[in-house]
């Protein structure tokens, strides 16, 4: 049987962090394995074309330190070291490019954000269809904000 991964988004939300939890514990117990994904965007897309390797480097590593602080998290939750990997772009494009090279990637786990701004930009666009997450179906799990380590285990299993 091939491999079944588990996709999550890694962004600076504080619902980030229950997405891994939830994440880590649903791979656990599904014996599929998880990534975690962090797209760095520059605040304008012409930027990466000017910007020195220099500075395109530190980006990379601060989010491969932000990323290893969410493998912490996984560890700690589901005893499992997620594949954590960092790609330059537009955030929509970047999750379709990872989803559509990566076929074992069969499930995607999106953070909803809680207060008056709304679920997020992407748990909104997952609600409306408003972008493919691939060229291929994937599931989508949204997991909810403000539950604690014990309900979203309870939830993942």
Do not use: N
């Not at 379709?96 to 748990?123: C, E, N, Q, W, Y």
């Amino acid at each position: 049987m091939a491999e079944r991964k588990l996709l999550c988004i890694a962004d600076d939300s504080p619902e980030c962090r229950a997405a891994v939890y939830f994440g880590a514990k649903r791979a656990a117990s599904t014996q599929a394995s998880l990534v975690i994904l962090r797209v760095v965007e520059p605040l304008d897309p012409g930027l990466w074309s000017a910007m020195g390797e220099a500075m395109r480097e530190r980006m990379r590593l601060e989010a491969l330190d932000e990323l290893q602080a969410l493998s912490d998290v996984a560890w700690q939750a589901g005893g499992l070291v997620p594949e954590l990997v960092v790609h330059e772009g537009t955030l929509d494009h970047q999750i379709r490019s990872f989803i559509d090279a990566t076929p074992s990637v069969k499930t995607l786990l999106l953070a909803a954000a809680a207060g008056r701004g709304g679920p997020g930009p992407l748990v909104a666009a997952a609600m409306r269809g408003g972008f493919g997450f691939g060229a291929r179906a994937v599931a989508i799990m949204i997991v909810p904000a403000g539950l604690s380590d014990e309900e979203l285990a309870e939830l993942a299993s």
